[in-house]
């Protein structure tokens, strides 16, 4: 006979969960022994509950299991809400665990006593307790409730009190724990019918990629058809990667650095055809002219049809409908390859740093040329966030890992933590701005405690540039409650044992950089600059 708190460990093995990451409870500490004992899963302590999320939530992208995070009540599952909430609107898979009161006390006052059902109902995609006789049987529903389809959290609270009681014998085999991949049926004529015609009166359609793509792998069979046809491609933040900025018909990313360029492309289309377009990120109608929208993707278009004058609803699997986009007439559209390349030439000259300047634009260039490109750079929200998703060579998706579902600042730096332990043989990078830097700055206690071989490179520009970009642009005064100016004129040796390397101008940086990847261990880079250059390349984007 197995215990709650052993059948909770093993299931969570059994799906694949690989790390359980949290601050401990009175109530957790029987989960936190069942497993330590239950071989191939550890509990991972971290700073603040909401790290723990994160980190769980970076897990479930990068591998597509489920990560799983522990909370205890109140104010444990308020800090942990905040990660569930960047799961839920990044599109994540994870499970989050909370304690919550025994039946008898439920709806009492009690201290740290409240709702986590409608705490987390509107932030997850299920919301449901466990009890001693349902360990396995929800745990495996949350882990099918929170890959399928739209993958993203699912809430599970763990009555107090009930992790030493005999657990009811598990009674599903190896087979129910996998999860079958939804099978989608060919297109009907009737949609065939209707892309073919939009198809033949545009004369320059452009494909506009988003977060779905990524999930659905679909790379060949995009670059494929945008080869046949010469089609420009613009792509979310969050589908970085999914197309080589080197490429041809390359045409930039949507709502970041310098976007009025990326405009003059996708402004002269007469048809836009999404490609696992999620809206969580942009919504079509923020930037598409008014022209027919072809929205394939496995759920419908969220538009305000009042401002599109056509949608095309093609809701199934990426790769079915793409296969039948190739069999469609083979004819070059009318786009001018030659004025595509200068306008991408003339984005990425101005995101060209000026030989020997020092600023945001040299921080992310001299990063890129000593980063492999298998290694993962983490961004953290802020201006500096917008430069680097325009900028940023990303070889590979899910190599350059942002948060713009959710959009909270303190990412990067426990996303950078989740993908070291996921992926330790991969050099990996976290860019942060200084106010989002102040946020996590604890948990690098956590990582010098892990060891983990992270490089943190913080820009200092002693303000929330982002925000003082956007009181600008509204004819504020700017830096009015935005101000940081927190960084010691003396740099100081380490921050918990993480030793500190600080850079002033472009020579110190690279002697920084070199000595920071290689060392044998987490350490961080200062780089202190002028915020001057967002006021030029990110305006235009906010």
């Not at 909430?85 to 006390?105: K, Q, V, Y």
């Not at 930039?252 to 809206?279: C, K, N, R, W």
């Amino acid at each position: 006979m197995s215990t709650v708190a052993r059948q909770f460990a093993h299931t969570l093995r059994e799906i694949g969960v690989r790390y359980v990451f949290g601050v401990p409870s009175g109530n957790m500490i029987d989960y936190i022994e069942a497993l330590r004992q239950e071989k191939g899963i550890d509990f991972v302590l971290v700073g603040h509950e909401a790290t723990a999320a994160i980190m769980a939530d970076v897990c479930g992208r990068l591998t597509g299991i489920p990560g799983a995070c522990f909370a205890t009540f109140g104010p444990g599952a308020t800090n942990l809400s905040t990660g569930v909430g960047e799961a839920f609107l990044d599109r994540s898979p994870l499970l989050a665990f909370t304690d919550e009161m025994p039946d008898h006390l439920q709806g009492r006052t009690v201290q740290m006593n409240i709702d986590h059902q409608q705490l987390f109902f509107p932030i997850t995609k299920w919301t449901t307790h466990m009890n001693d006789r349902n360990v396995e049987e929800i745990i495996l529903k949350g882990r099918s409730k929170a890959t399928a389809d739209i993958p993203g959290p699912v809430h599970i609270g763990v009555p107090a009190g009930i992790g030493q009681r005999v657990a009811a014998d598990a009674r599903s085999s190896l087979d129910y724990l996998s999860i079958e991949k939804k099978r989608w049926s060919p297109l009907v004529g009737a949609q065939v019918r209707k892309i073919e015609q939009l198809w033949n009166k545009s004369e320059k359609p452009v494909l506009a990629v988003g977060l779905t793509a990524v999930r659905e792998g679909i790379q060949d069979i995009l670059l494929e058809i945008a080869e046949k046809y010469q089609l420009p491609v613009v792509l979310t933040p969050m589908a970085k990667g999914m197309f080589a900025e080197d490429h041809p018909l390359y045409a930039g990313v949507l709502f970041h650095a310098l976007s009025d360029m990326v405009s003059e492309t996708y402004s002269e289309a007469d048809l836009v055809i999404g490609v696992g377009y999620d809206p969580v990120e942009f919504n079509y109608e923020d930037w598409m002219p008014r022209v027919p929208l072809i929205h394939i993707d496995s759920k419908k278009a969220d538009v305000d049809t009042g401002q599109i004058p056509e949608v095309l609803n093609v809701v199934g699997g990426l790769k079915t409908a793409l296969k039948e986009m190739l069999a469609l007439e083979d004819k070059r559209k009318s786009w001018n390859i030659g004025q595509l390349k200068k306008r991408r030439e003339r984005l990425f000259r101005k995101l060209t740093p000026n030989p020997g300047s020092f600023g945001p634009l040299a921080v992310l260039h001299e990063l890129r040329q000593i980063l492999p490109d298998d290694g993962i750079l983490t961004l953290d929200v802020g201006a500096h966030l917008h430069l680097a998703g325009q900028q940023w060579r990303t070889p590979a998706p899910q190599k350059l890992l942002m948060t713009n579902g959710w959009s909270g600042m303190g990412f990067a730096l426990p996303a950078a933590m989740a993908a070291k332990m996921c992926h330790p043989e991969l050099s990996v990078v976290a860019l942060m701005g200084d106010g989002g830097f102040y946020m996590t700055v604890g948990e690098l206690a956590t990582v010098k405690r892990l060891n983990l071989n992270i490089v943190f490179v913080v820009i200092y520009d002693k303000s929330l540039s982002l925000i003082n970009i956007k009181q600008q642009k509204k004819g504020y005064e700017p830096h009015y409650g935005t101000d940081l100016n927190t960084l010691p004129d003396e740099p100081t040796n380490h921050y918990f044992g993480v030793p500190i390397l600080r850079a002033i101008d472009l020579t110190t940086y690279r002697i920084a950089l070199k000595e920071a990847f290689k060392l044998n261990g987490p350490v961080v880079v200062e780089a202190v600059v002028s915020a001057n250059e967002y006021d030029e390349l990110v305006l235009q984007s906010v």
